[in-house]
T-cell receptor, first 112, second 112 residues
Framework: NAGVTQTPKFHILKIGQSMTLQCTQD?????MYWYRQDPGMGLKLIYY???????DKGEVPNGYNVSRSTTEDFPLRLELAAPSQTSVYFC???????????FGSGTQLSVL | QKEVEQNSGPLSVPEGAIASLNCTYS??????FFWYRQYSGKSPELIMS????GDKEDGRFTAQLNKASQYVSLLIRDSQPSDSATYLC????????????FGKGTKLSVKP
């Protein structure tokens, strides 16, 4: 049981480039989340999904897009990367009716 | 805007002492409260949840909730160097999606 898997673990992106952060979970959880964490800060919600085909914006969605074509996968797309998107990105999931979040190991992204 | 406030610390305590971590929240309608521990470079992990006023104990950890004062705390008894981490307070943001709102975290250092 792998839980929540994120790839890549580290990445350096040039300003203006685009990339997709991958997140997959094997626990059949309906709810999935993308958070970003800047140094010394808490987690800010970017996007979330309550099930396949359903996504919604969180607190800081600008510059990002998501899709949820399957229960397992919830990729985060960065378009036209900016230095302000330098952060650690965490994907998380939880089952319907449960409140515990299961986190992936994170992706450290630098935009230079 | 719903907010969760924590003293960022660092909070330094000697080994064997009681560490007291505090959190206040702005939404009086919040019903679920969580403490996550995050080691440096790692993802958050849930250590305590509390839903009703009073104390909840789990081993060396005690969560305390006072909804009238909109205050949540975490006590760590017999603190160990392995407890050195950042502790994130999280509050359920309400609504059917149940998204968590995180504080910035308090960095705890336990000195041998």
């Amino acid at each position: 049981n792998a839980g929540v898997t994120q790839t890549p673990k580290f990445h350096i992106l040039k300003i203006g480039q685009s990339m997709t952060l991958q997140c997959t979970q094997d626990m059949n959880h309906n709810y999935m989340y993308w958070y970003r964490q800047d140094p010394g800060m808490g987690l800010k919600l970017i996007y979330y999904s309550v099930g396949a085909g359903i996504t919604d914006k969180g607190e800081v969605p600008n510059g990002y897009n998501v899709s949820r074509s399957t229960t397992e996968d919830f990729p985060l797309r960065l378009e036209l990367a900016a230095p302000s998107q330098t952060s650690v990105y965490f994907c998380a999931s939880r089952p319907t009716g449960g409140e515990k979040l299961f986190f992936g190991s994170g992706t450290q992204l630098s935009v230079l | 805007q719903k907010e969760v406030e924590q003293n960022s610390g660092p909070l330094s305590v000697p080994e064997g002492a009681i560490a007291s971590l505090n959190c206040t929240y702005s939404d009086r309608g919040s019903q679920s409260f969580f403490w996550y521990r995050q080691y440096s470079g790692k993802s958050p992990e849930l250590i305590m949840s509390i839903y009703s006023n009073g104390d909840k104990e789990d081993g060396r950890f005690t969560a305390q909730l006072n909804k009238a004062s909109q205050y949540v705390s975490l006590l760590i008894r017999d603190s160990q160097p392995s407890d050195s981490a950042t502790y994130l307070c999280a509050v359920n943001g309400g609504g059917s999606q149940g998204n968590l709102i995180f504080g910035k975290g308090t960095k705890l250092s336990v000195k041998p």
